[in-house]
Protein backbone atom coordinates (compact mmCIF):
# COMPACT_ATOMS: atom_id res chain seq x y z
CA UNK A 1 0.00 0.00 0.00
CA UNK A 2 1.58 3.67 -1.01
CA UNK A 3 1.70 6.61 1.54
CA UNK A 4 -0.92 8.95 0.92
CA UNK A 5 0.49 13.02 1.64
CA UNK A 6 -2.93 14.87 1.57
CA UNK A 7 -3.52 17.32 0.10
CA UNK A 8 -3.88 15.71 -2.99
CA UNK A 9 -3.67 16.69 -6.84
CA UNK A 10 -5.34 18.30 -8.38
CA UNK A 11 -4.63 21.45 -6.41
CA UNK A 12 -6.86 24.49 -5.66
CA UNK A 13 -5.63 27.53 -4.53
CA UNK A 14 -6.88 26.62 -1.01
CA UNK A 15 -4.96 22.86 -0.96
CA UNK A 16 -1.63 24.64 -2.61
CA UNK A 17 -1.22 26.92 0.40
CA UNK A 18 -1.90 24.13 2.89
CA UNK A 19 0.60 22.13 0.88
CA UNK A 20 3.32 24.66 0.97
CA UNK A 21 2.38 25.66 4.90
CA UNK A 22 3.01 21.63 5.76
CA UNK A 23 6.10 21.53 4.29
CA UNK A 24 7.48 24.89 5.98
CA UNK A 25 6.07 23.62 9.50
CA UNK A 26 7.59 19.96 8.38
CA UNK A 27 11.53 21.68 7.18
CA UNK A 28 11.19 23.92 10.56
CA UNK A 29 11.19 20.58 12.50
CA UNK A 30 14.91 20.19 11.53
CA UNK A 31 13.67 16.29 11.33
CA UNK A 32 15.28 15.05 8.43
CA UNK A 33 13.20 12.06 8.90
CA UNK A 34 10.37 13.83 9.01
CA UNK A 35 10.66 15.63 5.68
CA UNK A 36 11.59 13.28 4.31
CA UNK A 37 8.32 11.03 4.44
CA UNK A 38 6.46 14.27 1.80
CA UNK A 39 8.94 12.91 -0.97
CA UNK A 40 8.35 9.45 -2.88
CA UNK A 41 10.71 6.77 -2.27
CA UNK A 42 12.85 7.76 -5.71
CA UNK A 43 11.97 11.64 -4.99
CA UNK A 44 14.68 13.45 -8.00
CA UNK A 45 16.23 16.83 -6.01
CA UNK A 46 18.31 19.30 -7.32
CA UNK A 47 19.26 21.64 -4.20
CA UNK A 48 22.03 24.14 -5.42
CA UNK A 49 24.14 22.61 -7.02
CA UNK A 50 23.61 19.25 -5.46
CA UNK A 51 21.52 16.20 -6.99
CA UNK A 52 20.04 13.87 -4.90
CA UNK A 53 17.70 10.83 -5.58
CA UNK A 54 15.41 9.05 -2.86
CA UNK A 55 14.58 9.53 0.57
CA UNK A 56 18.18 7.83 1.99
CA UNK A 57 20.10 10.79 0.35
CA UNK A 58 17.48 13.16 1.52
CA UNK A 59 18.07 12.54 4.62
CA UNK A 60 21.34 12.29 4.91
CA UNK A 61 21.74 15.48 2.77
CA UNK A 62 19.49 16.86 5.63
CA UNK A 63 21.17 16.16 8.43
CA UNK A 64 24.18 17.37 7.29
CA UNK A 65 22.72 20.38 6.37
CA UNK A 66 21.09 21.24 9.73
CA UNK A 67 24.58 20.19 11.23
CA UNK A 68 26.14 23.64 9.19
CA UNK A 69 22.70 25.56 9.11
CA UNK A 70 22.39 26.25 12.78
CA UNK A 71 19.01 27.49 14.53
CA UNK A 72 17.66 27.12 10.44
CA UNK A 73 14.31 29.20 10.23
CA UNK A 74 12.24 28.60 7.33
CA UNK A 75 9.34 31.11 5.53
CA UNK A 76 7.31 30.12 2.38
CA UNK A 77 5.06 31.46 -0.01
CA UNK A 78 3.14 30.29 -2.62
CA UNK A 79 3.49 31.43 -5.84
CA UNK A 80 1.98 29.17 -8.50
CA UNK A 81 0.11 26.29 -8.83
CA UNK A 82 -1.08 24.16 -11.49
CA UNK A 83 -3.11 20.73 -10.95
CA UNK A 84 0.17 19.00 -9.75
CA UNK A 85 3.01 21.38 -9.57
CA UNK A 86 3.73 24.22 -6.95
CA UNK A 87 6.16 26.99 -7.21
CA UNK A 88 7.25 28.40 -4.25
CA UNK A 89 9.53 31.28 -2.18
CA UNK A 90 11.30 31.26 0.52
CA UNK A 91 13.74 32.30 2.78
CA UNK A 92 15.51 31.26 5.98
CA UNK A 93 17.98 32.82 8.44
CA UNK A 94 20.98 30.58 10.22
CA UNK A 95 24.41 30.87 11.57
CA UNK A 96 27.05 28.92 11.14
CA UNK A 97 29.60 27.73 13.96
CA UNK A 98 31.51 30.94 13.93
CA UNK A 99 27.84 32.98 14.33
CA UNK A 100 27.70 34.60 11.13
CA UNK A 101 23.91 34.55 10.09
CA UNK A 102 22.65 34.52 6.81
CA UNK A 103 19.11 34.79 4.82
CA UNK A 104 18.86 32.53 2.25
CA UNK A 105 16.77 33.42 -0.31
CA UNK A 106 15.40 30.81 -3.36
CA UNK A 107 12.58 29.41 -5.22
CA UNK A 108 11.77 25.68 -5.57
CA UNK A 109 9.89 23.93 -8.08
CA UNK A 110 7.70 21.08 -6.88
CA UNK A 111 5.98 18.52 -8.85
CA UNK A 112 3.63 15.50 -7.03
CA UNK A 113 2.41 12.20 -7.62
CA UNK A 114 -1.49 11.01 -7.35
CA UNK A 115 -1.01 10.34 -3.60
CA UNK A 116 0.31 13.66 -2.87
CA UNK A 117 4.26 12.92 -2.54
CA UNK A 118 6.86 15.25 -4.21
CA UNK A 119 8.55 13.51 -6.80
CA UNK A 120 10.65 16.46 -7.75
CA UNK A 121 11.91 19.29 -6.00
CA UNK A 122 13.99 21.83 -7.60
CA UNK A 123 15.23 24.55 -5.61
CA UNK A 124 17.62 27.81 -6.80
CA UNK A 125 19.57 29.14 -3.55
CA UNK A 126 21.09 32.68 -2.89
CA UNK A 127 22.60 33.51 0.38
CA UNK A 128 23.13 36.91 1.73
CA UNK A 129 25.48 37.41 5.29
CA UNK A 130 23.64 39.56 7.62
CA UNK A 131 24.05 41.29 10.98
CA UNK A 132 22.26 39.30 14.12
CA UNK A 133 20.18 42.29 14.19
CA UNK A 134 19.04 42.10 10.86
CA UNK A 135 17.20 38.70 11.47
CA UNK A 136 13.31 38.95 10.56
CA UNK A 137 12.58 35.15 11.35
CA UNK A 138 12.30 34.32 15.06
Request: glycine content about 2%.
Given at each position: ?????????????????????AAED??????????????TEDSEWRNRDTFLRGRAEIVEF??????????????KELWAFTDSRIAVRFEYEWHND??????SYGNENWEFDE??????R????????????ERRIA
Open positions: MTDKRPPLPPFTAETALRKVKAWNSRDPERVSLAYLRDKWQRELDYRLREDQWFRNGLMRRYASINDLAIAAD
